[in-house]
């Protein structure tokens, strides 16, 4: 017998990070260290895409991508 498929991702690490506080902290943290593509994001809300890649980035793409967008819109307000 192996592993299970949820204990195969665990144990590898694959695990999607939903846990919205430690999302929050990684879209805080994107959008303090850009300011100028904060600046942008008005007149260009494809500037999102690349908040999505820092979070992503910085999160080991374990990120709720759904949940990183929802929480960048709603920053960049």
């Known amino acids: 017998m192996g592993f299970g498929t949820a204990k195969a991702v665990e144990a590898k690490g694959l695990r999607q990070v939903s846990d ?3 999302i929050e902290a990684a879209v805080d ?3 303090a260290a ?3 593509q ?3 994001y008005a ?3 494809k500037v999102l895409g690349f908040f999505v890649g820092q979070v992503m980035k910085a999160t080991g793409g374990k990120a709720n991508p759904a949940l ?3 929480l960048l819109r709603k920053k960049l307000v």
């Open 20 to 22: 919205t506080a430690a």
């Open 29 to 31: 943290a994107a959008l």
């Open 34 to 36: 850009s300011p100028a």
């Open 38 to 40: 904060v600046a942008q």
């Open 43 to 45: 007149a260009n809300p």
């Open 68 to 70: 990183v967008n929802q």
